[in-house]
């Protein structure tokens, strides 16, 4: 059973940083692509950034190009977001989820492993 848990989420201020964290379990999570999703309120959710099996393979959303950075400890089974000056329009919940392969389309997978999530609120 594939199951994956998020956090490190919290409010901060603009300008501020965070670093997500998500473990997974139930699947090869070194030969698995991996990637992270947003949902603000009253929106649909986003492919925020994704990762290959190696961290040489990445993809990012235009609006955090330079502020976030995708990584992964294939030892851990863990997948991280660093991301540093966050910006109100940041808040959101986000989500992990394994993906078929990393690409700039960072399109939602139709896999259905979403965790609950973790919340990041950025106030201006």
């Known amino acids: 059973q594939v199951q994956v848990a998020e956090s490190g989420g919290d409010l901060v201020q603009a300008g501020g940083s965070l670093r997500l964290s998500c473990t997974a379990s139930?699947?090869?999570?070194?030969?698995?692509?991996m990637g992270w999703f947003r949902q603000a309120p009253g929106k649909e959710r986003e492919g925020v950034s994704c990762i290959g099996r190696s961290e040489g393979s990445t993809a990012y959303v235009d609006s955090v190009k330079g502020r976030f950075t995708i990584s992964r400890d294939n030892a851990k089974n863990t997948l991280y977001l660093q991301m540093n000056s966050l910006k109100p329009e940041d808040t959101a919940m986000y989500y992990c989820?394994?993906?078929?392969?990393?690409?700039?389309?960072?399109?939602?997978?139709?896999?259905?492993?979403w965790g609950q999530g973790t919340q990041v609120t950025v106030s201006s």
């Open positions: 139930g699947l090869p999570f070194d030969v698995i692509s």
């Open positions: 989820s394994p993906i078929p392969s990393c690409s700039v389309s960072l399109a939602l997978p139709k896999y259905d492993y």
